[in-house]
């Protein structure tokens, strides 16, 4: 059973406490608005968003919490080419979508798809992250 599907209905404090975060509200908050919206902020973009919450946060708080959740594996920095690091909760094995308007698309990735990338290389190479990187131009739809 995959966590992800199950991550949206727990309470967060138990969700940060499963991956060994100790939770405290700033975390909380801040990992709640990537759950909320899942366009893949930058730290600035979430420190503004969770400012409407917790107006006296600072943005070094944000970025220490990021820190936390990327490292426990709760949330996944996306670094492209020079800009700045964007912050994805989708747990799921996903590519990525760079469209040129400057938008980070979610494409999900099915296991066979992940398993024949693995099959490309040698059998002694240990592979510990395979990352899919698209850029192109997307449709727009709004
Ligand atoms: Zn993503």
């Keep these: ?18 991956h ?13 608005s990537l ?12 420190f503004a968003r969770v400012r409407e919450k917790a107006p ?5 708080t944000v970025y220490n919490c990021l820190d936390v959740l990327v490292q426990n ?29 400057g938008r980070t698309l979610d494409i999900e990735m099915p296991t066979g798809v992940i398993d024949q990338l693995r099959d490309l290389l040698p059998s002694d190479f240990d592979v510990k992250h395979i990352e899919v990187n698209f850029h192109g131009r997307a449709p727009h739809n709004d």
Aim: charged share 25%; proline share 6%; hydrophobic share 35%.
């Design 56 to 60: 006296t946060i600072s943005l070094a």
């Design 73 to 101: 594996k709760l949330v996944r920095a996306v670094n492209f080419e020079r800009a700045p690091t964007q912050y994805c909760a989708n747990l799921a094995p996903h590519a990525h979508f760079h469209d040129e308007a």
């Design 35 to 46: 759950l909320q919206k899942r366009d893949h902020p930058t730290a600035d973009e979430v």
């Design 1 to 18: 059973m995959a966590e992800s599907d199950t991550i949206d209905s727990k309470p967060l404090a138990k969700v940060l406490n499963e």
């Design 20 to 32: 060994g975060v100790r939770p405290t509200s700033q975390r909380e908050t801040v990992y709640e």
